[in-house]
């Protein structure tokens, strides 16, 4: 039984297996995510990332464990904790025929958005997308198209927000405004994230919390600066390596931090 009346996740003992001779995609996987921080999600690709993100969301359904998002059973009442949370991801692809505007009022109306013209200009100034609110979806940059999917993302004014790549295929400057942005939605409104990232620098500046996967499992985890010290590395790129490749007694260090949390 999971109950914390400060978690925006609960996450017990959460499986998925595609098929039931198959190895699983996800095993085992237990966390808490405080209302109002921001926690990474990282692993290479394969590790489980998009599988577990996907049953947070209640678009899959586990093979065991629970999920409690916003204090909401997922598995008997989603829809209460859905209104309420959003996602975000670049590889995720808007109906190219409509516009920007278009596509953001189909998501208004889908989160029952109070006002939604009035949100939708509010975004388009925030996130710098005034210019391209006519231009159908299918013609934009794929950094224009990470904008718009972030725009799509907050525009039920979240309270649980889920971003894979956040600011994929951004350049360098329109990243760290991204982040920037990210960094104060999250103190201005206490909305918890959950972020899975390849961009070390990324999940070193926002996430005060990392879960490390490898083949569906957390082998481990703890703060940036925590994990910096655990492997004796300059960057957290240096820890993935290690942890990914087993490098060294990265495994031994891994495993000893995973028995710990147990």
């Given amino acids: 039984m999971i109950t914390d009346d400060n978690a925006a996740l609960a996450v017990q003992g959460l499986t998925k297996r595609y098929r039931p001779e198959g190895a699983p995609a996800v095993v085992d996987l237990s966390f808490t995510l405080p ?43 989603r829809f209460a904790a859905l209104a309420r949370m959003n996602f975000s991801s670049p590889y995720v692809a808007l109906p190219h025929r409509l516009s920007v505007a278009e596509n953001l009022m189909v998501y208004a109306h889908l989160y029952g958005v109070p006002k939604p013209r009035q949100r939708i200009e509010e975004l388009a100034e925030q996130l710098q997308l005034t210019d391209l609110l006519k231009r159908p979806a299918g013609e934009l940059s794929a950094g224009q198209k990470t904008r718009v999917a972030l725009a799509k993302s907050l525009v039920n004014r979240p309270d649980l927000l889920l971003l894979d790549e956040p600011t ?22 206490g909305c918890a994230i959950l972020l899975a990232s390849h961009n070390m620098a990324e999940v070193e500046r926002l996430c005060a919390e990392v879960l490390v996967l490898r083949a569906g499992r957390v082998v481990d985890r703890g703060s940036p600066s925590a994990l910096l010290e655990r492997y004796g590395r300059d960057d957290l790129e240096e820890v993935f390596l290690d942890i990914a490749r087993e490098r060294g007694n990265a495994a031994e260090r891994a495993d000893g931090s995973a028995e710990q949390m147990a």
């Fill in 168 to 189: 994929a295929s951004l350049d360098p400057d329109t990243g760290d405004w991204v982040r920037s942005w990210l960094e104060r939605y999250r103190a201005e409104s």
């Fill in 35 to 77: 209302r109002g921080a921001t926690w990474g999600l990282l692993g290479g690709n394969g590790a489980g990332k998009t599988t577990t993100i996907a049953m947070l969301l209640g678009l899959l359904v586990p093979s065991g464990g629970r999920i409690l998002a916003l204090g909401h059973d997922m598995a008997v009442d």
